[in-house]
């Protein structure tokens, strides 16, 4: 799915400013996170390689090619925005493996934002207050985005401080709100949700946001989802059958007035 | 095995390209063969190897760059860190230090580099070694010079 971005690295780099390790054209621009020294993604990882099998225990570490730094990552897949980190020699032993389900949420953020927006409604959610409606599965979704996202299992302490986060601005000073438009309260909680998932996600945290308020919007559990997302990609959803995400679309046309109806009841716990 | 050739390939065009460029190195890769290659080395000047020209013989192994080439002398040499008969040579960077970055020609300069500086410490050839370790510079350099005018330069009439 990265073939352009490949492609147009590699003719970029040009002969000028070739691998040190292969001397050809830079393929998949990968850097070194101390020293920035450039090469092949698969050049450097097998050299890292070669470096571990040389130990009974292999460093966490590598020692640049070119200038013997010590290195503890792989920056590559640099797209502008957001990157991915390989760390050295952790991707061998006891270390989380990604899903594919955590695999096919991080491709959805290297696809241009955007793409699901008219499937799930965004702006109907914020207008018709649904956002007050506690969410179940959305524990289990920060769960799994935050995972893909940092590449790491034991993620419960951030999850729990983002939930957190989210909770309390969707609920708290409602009757303000109230009179006000809804757009103020978006504004607001993504601004809330956003500080408190920066020092976690860095640069990834804008496109978190917007990925969380469609979750939130879409009302769906995240099998429905998924199909939902996938289809509308255009990739093959793993176990998912095209009639449970016709099921699924089905589902949220009927959720919506249900929540609307009870919109007045639902004033919050202030 | 494909990724050796297609970057033996590279630094052979390179060396076509720098042939003027460093006078003191001329490599050349074996006719039918390019995990085999012939460097000819001028031995650096202030040194007891001084106006010889020394072979170097390359075995480049499959999985190069990830693996170091085998370098020895084929042209006999007194030096501390260099097997007298073998002419294996004691050089980190072609053992533990080694680097995917290092080339063929950049190889060649680290053992020219390594004749004008010998490691005693680490002696292949003890009897050099000792002569160095000794304090007996005198001694070392007089050896390293009938040897290299013996076997590294042109026989006069």
Redesign the interface.
């Known amino acids: 799915m990265n073939e352009e971005s490949n492609n147009s690295s590699a003719s970029s780099s040009g002969d000028s400013n070739p691998c040190p390790i292969c001397l050809g054209p830079i393929v998949q621009d990968s850097y070194l996170d101390k020293c920035f020294h450039k090469f092949c993604y698969s050049c450097i990882v097998q050299w890292t390689k070669v470096v571990a099998g040389r130990h009974s225990h292999p460093p966490s570490s590598v020692k640049c090619p070119l200038c013997k730094t010590e290195n503890l990552t792989i920056i590559h897949g640099y797209d502008g925005s957001s990157f991915q980190q390989h760390h050295i020699n952790q991707d061998f032993g006891y270390s989380f493996i990604l899903t594919r389900a955590h695999k096919y949420r991080l491709q959805c953020y290297y696809t241009e934002p955007g793409i699901i927006n008219d499937i799930f409604n965004a702006s109907r959610f914020w207008k018709s207050h649904k956002y007050l409606q506690p969410n179940r599965w959305l524990q289990s979704w920060l769960r799994r985005e935050i995972q893909a996202l940092l590449q790491e299992e034991d993620v419960d302490i951030i999850v729990h401080h983002i939930l957190g986060v989210i909770d309390s601005s969707l609920t708290r000073n409602e009757q303000k709100y109230h009179q006000k438009v809804p757009e103020t309260k978006q504004e607001d909680v993504k601004a809330l949700v956003s500080n408190a998932a920066n020092p976690f996600l860095g640069a990834r945290t804008d496109r978190f946001v917007k990925e969380l308020e469609l979750f939130l919007a879409s009302g769906l559990n995240i099998e429905a989802y998924d199909a939902a997302y996938m289809q509308r990609l255009g990739w093959i959803s793993p176990g998912v059958s095209s009639e449970a995400s016709k099921e699924a679309l089905n589902e949220r046309t009927t959720v919506i007035p249900y929540l609307y109806i009870f919109d007045d009841d639902s004033d919050g716990p202030d | 095995m494909q990724?050796s050739r297609?970057?033996l390939f590279?630094?052979y065009k390179?060396v076509q390209r720098e042939k003027v460029a460093d006078p003191d190195i001329q490599l050349v890769c074996d006719d039918s063969n390019i995990f085999k290659w012939t460097a000819l080395i001028k031995g650096p000047s202030e040194t007891p190897y001084e106006g010889g020209i020394f072979q170097l013989a390359f075995a480049v192994p499959e999985?190069y760059?990830?693996?170091p080439p085998q370098v020895r002398f084929l042209t006999k040499i007194f030096h501390p860190n260099v097997h007298f008969k073998t002419g294996e040579i004691c050089l980190d960077i072609l053992k533990?230090a080694w680097?995917?970055?290092w080339?063929l020609q950049s190889v060649c300069r680290a053992i020219i580099a390594l004749m004008a500086h010998p490691e005693p410490d680490s002696p292949l050839n003890c009897d050099s070694g000792n002569l160095l370790r000794s304090g007996d510079i005198r001694g070392y350099q007089s050896m390293a010079r009938m040897y290299a005018r013996l076997a590294a330069m042109p026989k006069k009439g």
């Open positions: 990724a297609a970057r590279k630094e390179e999985q760059p990830l693996q533990n680097s995917p970055a080339t």
